[in-house]
C-alpha cells in the first residue's frame, strides 16, 4: 500500500502505520530542498527508514532528515526516536512541557506560536506550532499551510474523529484540551482543513465541528 497522503506543489506527505497501537508517522518532503520532518518516530525504526527513502524520491535532489517533531511525550510515539536520532543525527523538537519526558536531547523547544523552521533555514515550507494542553502538558499539533490545499493539522493524540484526546477522566485536563482544540483548532483554521491525528483515520474541521457541543457537554 502507497504511504502518499498529499503531493502537492512544493511538497508531499506520506503517512505508515506502525505497532499494534497503529500509531502514525508522517513524513513531510520539500520537492526543491529535499528537506523532511518527520513526525513522531513511534516504532519500528526499519519501516521508518524506508518511509524516509520513499520521501526522498519525492525531491528534486538529495533529501535530508532536517527534523523529528515529536507530537508529545507518551511512550508509544517515541519508542524508534533513539535509533532514529542515532541513525542520523537529525535534531528533534519537542513541547517545553514535555521535553523531560522525551528520551533523547530535544534540540527545539516549543512553545504555542512558534513557527518551524527557526530562524536562518529555508525548508521551502513552514510549520506552526500550536500548543494542546491537556492529553499532556506539552502537546503540541503542527500545522502545515500549503499554498495549493487546505490546512493539515498534525494533532497527535489531542484530537481525532469523534472528540478530542485523553484527559483519564481529569474534569480540568478535559476542560483544558477542549478549550485549546475549540480556541486554537476549531477557531483558527477552516473547516477544510485535514486533521491527521496520532492514530487511525483523518477527519477535517468541518466534520467534527457540529459536535463540539456534544463533547463538552459528555465531558470526554
Known amino acids: 500500500m502507497s504511504s502518499l497522503l498529499h503531493d502537492l506543489d512544493d511538497v508531499t506527505v506520506r503517512r505508515i502505520a506502525v505497532s499494534s497501537m497503529d500509531n502514525n508517522v508522517y513524513l513531510i518532503t520539500a520537492k526543491q530542498s529535499g528537506e523532511q520532518v518527520l513526525i513522531d518516530a513511534a516504532d519500528d525504526l526499519p519501516a521508518i527508514q524506508a518511509l524516509l527513502a520513499a520521501g526522498a524520491a519525492d525531491a528534486s535532489g538529495p533529501a535530508r532528515l532536517a527534523l523529528i517533531a515529536t507530537t508529545h511525550q507518551h511512550w508509544d510515539h517515541v519508542r524508534a526516536l533513539e535509533g532514529l536520532v542515532a541513525a542520523t543525527h537529525a535534531p528533534v523538537a519537542a513541547g517545553r512541557q514535555d521535553v523531560a519526558g522525551i528520551p533523547v536531547g530535544v534540540d527545539v523547544v516549543l512553545d504555542h506560536g512558534d513557527v518551524l523552521p527557526e530562524a536562518g533555514a529555508d525548508w521551502g515550507f513552514t510549520l506552526t506550532a500550536v500548543h494542546l494542553r491537556g492529553h499532556t502538558p506539552g502537546s503540541i499539533a503542527y500545522v502545515l499551510e500549503p499554498k495549493d490545499a487546505p490546512p493539515l493539522i498534525f494533532s497527535g493524540d489531542s484530537l481525532f474523529p ?13 476542560s483544558l484540551l477542549y478549550a485549546d482544540v475549540v480556541g486554537r483548532l476549531f477557531n483558527a483554521y477552516p473547516d477544510d482543513a485535514e486533521v491527521h491525528p496520532g492514530h487511525g483515520r483523518p477527519t477535517t474541521l468541518g466534520a467534527e465541528r457540529p459536535h463540539l457541543a456534544e463533547w463538552r457537554d459528555r465531558g470526554w
Do not use: E, P, Y
Not at 478530542?164 to 474534569?171: L, R
Open 162 to 174: 469523534g472528540g478530542v484526546g485523553n484527559t483519564q477522566n481529569d474534569a480540568d485536563r478535559f
